[in-house]
């Protein structure tokens, strides 16, 4: 008695693949950006690579464990951002970022070494025109009480508001820095960079005021800063703001960046302005509440990398709960930025740019095109060997391939728009293998029912006993493949993860379409008159065989 389950309403299971479809698809044309194309990987469309060499404050060679620590920092800062098709590996003693697109400057702000320090600010002074003695920075008034805790600018206070600072040097300093001497050709680029750590600390992080008074006079914040990431925390630290127009005097760290559990970025809506906001664990908390009790109407700076991102007033204290903001220039990618920089935690070296370049797509385009032409090549042969052993079922398994193939498109452009998933040649190579495993499928089926035939069914009868016997065989199959697929995603890194994800992404629609599409129509084919002549779907042969097996049974039991 052939199986209930299965033979029935095929046309409701077409019905409801073709439903599916049409959801994607709306998805596809009608949110979003409404591109109705895949995002590419850095192979098709190029992007940027930029080459990091780590600095050590005392010149050693970095450890491979502090490497492989900083790799998966930015790994994760990598994913917060949602760049999908980025790559970062480690190349001896560097970190290689390979972003696509032509946004380059998003590589670089990955490697951002994400050190972030609260110090007091004992002194600032405009980074422009410091001819004059440098003043001490005045506090302000204290604001309602409604007002954030960390407003952009100041307003001048009464002198009991200010800060104790030390005594200014009565004479004048040069503007401009002084004249570095030359370069010691004898020292290694490590050495060098070890020296140049050196004497920034020794200038710039001494407790000799006059020698701060120096620091800041001849600070120059146009010039890329070799403390980036390596100074002291413990002893104070001249500096300038990342937007260059100030310089700071700054006491020893109050608290440290370690100290923050999540960082999250917003706008704020009475101020229009983007902004940072930090939750500290349970001693940071602490720490902010007695730091904000210290230096009511006084400035505190949130230092990162050694610049100061803002210095804001603390309008009032102590500040409990563990939660502030960081206000600044910011637009919404860059607090984004620093927010998911914060939220995954500092890199344990400091780093420094040695080689940006721009990838082109050329070459990847032109492999794109071949790898296309040879999968449509071999799909065509496909097809045609079935035309040619199945006849008409042949043209079951094209109707099969060409909704799978819609299928796989539509999904890998929502996973560019949703998860940032960018399609790569390794990627293509898995989608072309899937679809190849589709094919498999539809010959397991095809081979059940020529099995049932042999045994003297006729073809409406042995195409429901055929699926009964195929689709166990078929979902075993996929299940190993799908497996394989999972644990090379898991274990593999770079652009075999795009292969392995394509895999076992065409591997589930492989079983989602053998059920909703191949079997029902096999199984509508069976019911009429046309597809059940021999000579339509090639199953001539096997009936022949059957009826002189059955012959041969015959004879045997006469005699």
């Known amino acids: 008695m052939p199986p209930s389950q299965g033979s029935a309403h095929p046309l409701r299971l077409i019905g ?13 044309f009608f949110t979003g950006d409404k591109s109705p194309t895949p995002k590419l990987g850095i192979d098709l469309q190029g992007g940027t690579r930029v080459t990091l060499s780590a600095r050590t404050p005392d010149g050693s060679k970095p450890s491979q464990d502090s490497l492989k620590k900083a790799q998966d920092i930015i790994e994760n800062r990598v994913n917060g951002l949602g760049v999908g098709g980025s790559e970062v590996v480690i190349d001896g003693d560097n970190i290689v970022i390979t972003v696509p697109g032509d946004d380059g400057q998003q590589a670089r702000a990955l490697a951002t070494t994400a050190k972030l320090y609260i110090r007091p600010v004992l002194q600032a002074v405009p980074a422009a025109g ?13 604001a309602p009480a409604a007002q954030p805790t960390t407003p952009e600018t100041t307003q001048p206070a009464t002198p009991e508001t200010a800060e104790p600072v030390p005594a200014p040097q009565q004479r004048v300093f040069p503007a401009q820095q002084p004249t570095q001497p030359p370069a010691d050709p004898s020292l290694t680029p490590t050495e060098e960079a070890t020296k140049e750590i050196q004497a920034a600390r020794a200038l710039r992080q001494s407790s000799d ?47 440290d960046g370690q100290e923050i559990k999540d960082a999250t970025s917003g706008l704020n809506q009475q101020q229009a302005r983007h902004e940072v906001y930090l939750d500290f664990k349970s001693a940071g908390s602490d720490a902010w509440a007695t730091l904000t009790g210290e230096y009511v109407y006084k400035r505190v700076a949130f230092v990162l990398d050694s610049k100061v991102v803002s210095a804001p007033v603390v309008q009032q204290g102590p500040q409990q709960g563990g939660r502030t903001q960081i206000s600044g220039n910011f637009t919404a990618t860059s607090a984004k930025e620093l927010a998911n920089t914060l939220k995954y935690g500092s890199l344990p070296l400091s780093f420094q740019t040695s080689e940006a370049e721009t990838v082109s797509a050329t070459l990847g385009l032109s492999s794109l095109k071949a790898g296309l032409l040879a999968g449509a090549v071999g799909l065509i042969v496909v097809l045609l060997y079935c035309l040619t052993y199945y006849r008409m079922l042949g043209f079951v398994t094209g109707l099969s391939l060409v909704a799978s193939g819609f299928a796989v498109y539509g999904i890998m452009v929502l996973l560019g728009r949703w998860i940032g998933f960018t399609l790569d040649l390794a990627g293509i190579a898995g989608l072309i293998i899937g679809i190849g495993m589709t094919a498999d499928s539809f010959v397991v089926f095809f081979e059940r029912i020529k099995d049932e035939m042999r045994e003297g069914r006729s073809f409406r009868s042995a195409a429901p006993r055929g699926w009964q016997r195929a689709r166990r065989t078929i979902l075993s199959g996929n299940a190993v493949s799908f497996i394989a697929a999972a644990v090379l995603y898991i274990l593999a890194v770079g652009q075999v993860k795009g292969f392995a994800f394509t895999l076992g992404l065409t591997t589930i629609l492989d079983v989602v379409v053998v ?3 191949t079997s029902p129509l096999v ?16 199953l001539g042969a096997i009936q022949q065989i059957a009826r002189e097996r059955k012959a041969a049974e015959a004879a045997l039991g006469k005699a």
């Open 209 to 255: 005021p006059s020698v701060q008074q120096t620091a800041l006079a001849t600070l120059d914040c146009g010039k890329s800063d070799p403390l980036a990431g390596n100074d002291d925390p413990a002893l104070p630290l001249v500096t300038c703001s990342t937007d260059g127009t100030e310089v700071f005097l700054l006491d020893k760290s109050r608290i």
């Open 515 to 517: 059920f909703l599409v």
């Open 523 to 538: 199984l509508l084919a069976s019911r009429t008159a046309f597809w059940s002549k021999p000579s339509v779907n090639g």
């Open 16 to 28: 409801v693949y073709a439903a599916l479809l049409a959801v994607v698809y709306a998805l596809v």
């Open 130 to 142: 410091r001819g004059a003695t440098p003043q001490p920075t005045p506090g302000t008034q204290p």
